[in-house]
């Protein structure tokens, strides 16, 4: 990791272990992209890259034609009005309502250490010697608008974090109706796309296209980071797999509203940009202070999407993920959710937690439907105190039996909620978002809280906190089971309606930073209808997120796989449920089941009182399998070997140790085939000439076999059956 500045050259070189970054000055007045990609150590002849060379474009050598040269220059963060018409990262307004930006150089610094975001996510060092951050600072003078480029790098990750500050050093307000995060301009090399897209049940599944002539837009207008689209976007060179050609990826630390775009110009350049989504956003700058945009992560590989994926899983595990379970195992649960619905009460959460232990299921979580009278999901969101019709003797009492029996307690909540059917909405209509003289669209039957209100943020916490505070909860599932509409705030005046939206996402913050400040032992999992809130912003806060609403093995192996693609295994909520399957109806083998989530957190989701002895039998081993694999799945290196989204047959995924010392494989066949031939399956990143035993067969294979020449899975002739393979290194 390096950051330096050649005065003569005027250019920034910013080196991961594999990679550089490189940003020159042109005219000695325009920020512009250089260069990205695998590490170049020596920069002789790289600056005429920057194209300034090719007259007659450059201003200070042919003013009369500045907007072409604006048009065409590879700009490091792009603003619009001044002739780059391509699309813009900054677009600000002035009191006398016009709209041009042009940022010039004014100076840099390079810090030791990478600093925080006030409010929002951010990665983070350990020690501060083992970062860098490079700050470059712009300004508009005519605007009297400072822009503070902002990137960092860690000693031992290939990621480079950029966001950007916004400073108003002029003397009159300033409107910014667009601030993205990042932008990267590069040469198209006929690029192929990458996004992770679905809807509620179906997150996050890989989807490709060529990136032609225009405008690709990967976005979320929903509050959130959304089931549809998700903050994340890979080019990729022509042929790239999981092990070979080039890939350029960005993914946003961040929960809300965002847009992501990859545009192929007039002249063949591509701009790739990120960032929170103007629709709707403008955020009034007053004289002295300052807008921070977001962080957004941008990695590249040379090496496919595998190396792709492990760089932003070290880069979370390492720099993002605060919480103290990160390394730690999880407590294996069962959530009552599919199991009784709303049905429920103390004596049905006893006799489950009882059964539970007796398998080894270590936690008990009470999903919703425990508070007001919610007995269906039409009331009582904001009403946080418990029904003891349901629960009588209160909540103390009823986690005291549990935790008699043996288990440990969890809870839902859906604090930002608000429904008309509630005490909450009868005292403070005005909490909800709505806009004065229209009826606020209902979603759920509820409406969204207005978390740019400060003592509606006081109000939520408290509601959760002091839930937590009067019994031993262990564990919080916190829910947002629907999209903002009807954008208006009775707090905010006419000015600042437009910022709502980023305030919503700033109070969420501030909620759970409360809560895991207050809390610390507490274990944060975040939802949202499934999983429209998967994102690396929420991942600062819990250590893990549920991952879909949809439990199906076979739907999950897509979402998993989607969702691997960026975030650590540790971090995917993921449990077994009862067939056939609640959301799509099929019916697959309990082991089957068991495996696909066990590359996640691990849990059950079931009514374990009525399930079959065999069942019960799986359970009983399922639960031994998650102990011995779980911390290699925690903290291992993950390969994608095969995917059944490409070959409609089978899926199939390994984690190594780091250390190399033994990798866990699994091994699920969707569709069994009319043949009699076993499948022959190679390996990845083994020690090539270490010796490794098959722990089920004891068969011992080379390091180099099992991944050049590979290992039989043997035939089986039903259809979604699955197999864990457990290789452990040898001396032999
Ligand atoms: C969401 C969650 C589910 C469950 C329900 C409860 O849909 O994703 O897991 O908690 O809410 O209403």
């Known amino acids: 990791m390096n950051i330096r500045f050649d005065e003569q050259k005027q250019l920034f070189q910013i080196n991961t272990e594999h990679t550089s970054y490189v940003i020159g000055i042109a005219d000695g007045k325009y920020v512009g992209h250089v260069y990205y990609g695998r590490k170049i150590e020596d920069l002789t002849g790289i600056y005429p890259l920057l194209r300034t060379g090719e007259a007659p474009f450059v201003p200070s050598v042919n003013m009369r034609e500045k907007c072409s040269f604006a048009d065409t220059f590879p700009a490091e963060y792009s603003t619009s009005g001044v002739g780059d018409y391509r699309e813009s990262c900054l677009d600000v307004r002035t009191t006398g309502g016009h709209r041009a930006c042009e940022l010039s150089f004014e100076g840099y610094e390079i810090l030791e250490g990478k600093p925080a975001l006030a409010g929002l996510p951010s990665t983070f060092a350990k020690e501060a010697g083992r970062a860098k951050t490079l700050e470059i600072t712009c300004k508009d003078e005519c605007i009297g608008l400072k822009a503070v480029l902002s990137y960092s790098v860690f000693e031992d990750?290939?990621?480079?974090?950029?966001?950007?500050?916004?400073?108003?050093?002029?003397?009159?307000?300033?409107?910014?109706?667009?601030?993205?995060?990042?932008?990267?301009?590069?040469?198209?090399?006929?690029?192929?796309?990458?996004?992770?897209?679905?809807?509620?049940?179906?997150?996050?599944?890989?989807?490709?296209?060529?990136?032609?002539?225009?405008?690709?837009?990967?976005?979320?207008?929903?509050?959130?980071s959304s089931h549809q689209e998700h903050p994340f976007l890979a080019l990729m060179t022509e042929g790239t797999t999981q092990d070979q050609g080039e890939v350029y990826a960005m993914n946003f630390i961040y929960s809300g509203n965002f847009m992501a775009m990859a545009q192929v110009s007039q002249f063949n350049s591509v701009r790739m940009v990120m960032g929170i989504h103007p629709e709707g956003f403008?955020?009034?700058?007053?004289?002295?202070?300052?807008?921070?945009?977001?962080?957004?992560?941008?990695?590249?590989?040379?090496?496919?999407?595998?190396?792709?994926?492990?760089?932003?899983?070290?880069l979370y595990r390492e720099h993002l993920i605060r919480s103290p379970y990160l390394h730690k195992k999880r407590p294996i649960l069962i959530n009552n959710w599919e199991a009784t619905y709303f049905d429920f009460d103390t004596e049905k959460l006893v006799a489950i937690a009882r059964e539970a232990k007796k398998d080894g299921i270590e936690m008990l979580v009470m999903d919703d439907g425990w508070f007001g009278h919610r007995n269906n999901d039409d009331s009582s969101l904001g009403d946080w105190f418990v029904n003891e019709e349901k629960l009588p003797g209160g909540l103390k009492t009823l986690v005291d039996k549990v935790k008699a029996e043996g288990l440990a307690f969890g809870i839902w909540f859906e604090p930002e909620m608000i429904s008309p059917d509630s005490e909450l909405y009868r005292r403070h209509p005005e909490w909800a978002i709505q806009i004065p003289g229209r009826a606020p669209g209902m979603?759920?039957?509820?409406?969204?809280?207005?978390?740019?209100?400060?003592?509606?943020?006081?109000?939520?916490?408290?509601?959760?906190?002091?839930?937590?505070?009067?019994?031993?909860?262990?564990?919080?599932?916190?829910?947002?089971?629907?999209?903002?509409t009807d954008i208006g705030s009775a707090y905010l005046d006419a000015h600042t309606q437009g910022e709502l939206m980023h305030r919503y996402v700033l109070g969420v913050y501030e909620m759970q930073e409360r809560l895991v400040t207050e809390f610390p032992d507490l274990l944060l999992e975040n939802c949202s209808g499934g999983g429209a809130r998967f994102d690396a912003g929420m991942l600062y806060y819990s250590p893990q997120i549920w991952c879909s609403d949809d439990t199906d093995a076979i739907e999950r192996l897509a979402i998993q796989e989607g969702t691997a693609l960026i975030y650590p295994l540790s971090c995917m909520g993921a449990h077994v449920s009862d067939c056939p399957n609640h959301t799509v109806g099929r019916i697959t083998p309990f082991m089957t089941r068991g495996h696909v989530a066990l590359a996640g957190t691990f849990g059950y989701e079931l009514d374990i009182t009525k399930i079959s002895e065999g069942d019960r039998d799986a359970i009983k081993f399922q639960t031994k399998l998650?102990?011995?694999?779980?911390?290699?799945?925690?903290?291992?290196?993950?390969?994608?070997?095969?995917?059944?989204?490409?070959n409609h047959l089978y899926d199939c995924w390994e984690v190594v140790a780091?250390?190399?010392?033994?990798?866990?494989?699994?091994?699920?066949?969707?569709?069994?085939?009319?043949?009699?031939?076993?499948?022959?399956?190679?390996?990845?990143?083994?020690?090539?000439?270490?010796?490794?035993?098959?722990?089920?067969?004891?068969?011992?294979?080379?390091?180099?076999?099992?991944?050049?020449?590979?290992?039989?899975?043997?035939?089986?002739?039903?259809?979604?059956?699955?197999?864990?393979?457990h290789f452990v290194k040898t001396e032999e």
């Open 157 to 224: 990750s290939d990621a480079l974090i950029r966001s950007v500050r916004l400073i108003n050093e002029g003397t009159e307000k300033l409107y910014i109706e667009k601030a993205l995060s990042a932008c990267i301009d590069m040469d198209d090399e006929n690029f192929e796309m990458l996004a992770l897209t679905g809807s509620w049940a179906r997150e996050r599944h890989m989807t490709k296209c060529p990136v032609t002539y225009g405008r690709h837009l990967i976005s979320s207008t929903k509050g959130e």
């Open 282 to 314: 403008e955020w009034t700058l007053n004289p002295n202070a300052s807008f921070q945009t977001p962080e957004v992560v941008c990695v590249y590989s040379d090496e496919g999407l595998g190396k792709m994926t492990r760089t932003f899983h070290d």
């Open 443 to 484: 979603s759920r039957a509820q409406y969204v809280l207005d978390l740019s209100r400060p003592e509606v943020v006081d109000y939520a916490y408290e509601c959760v906190a002091s839930i937590l505070r009067s019994a031993d909860i262990s564990y919080v599932k916190w829910d947002m089971n629907r999209q903002l």
């Open 626 to 646: 998650y102990h011995k694999y779980h911390p290699l799945v925690r903290e291992g290196d993950y390969y994608r070997i095969a995917s059944y989204q490409q």
């Open 658 to 725: 780091k250390d190399r010392s033994e990798a866990l494989v699994t091994f699920v066949q969707v569709m069994s085939e009319p043949n009699f031939k076993s499948r022959k399956i190679r390996l990845k990143g083994l020690e090539p000439k270490a010796s490794y035993r098959l722990e089920e067969t004891g068969d011992v294979y080379s390091g180099d076999v099992l991944m050049r020449a590979g290992f039989l899975v043997r035939r089986d002739h039903r259809d979604f059956s699955s197999r864990l393979f």
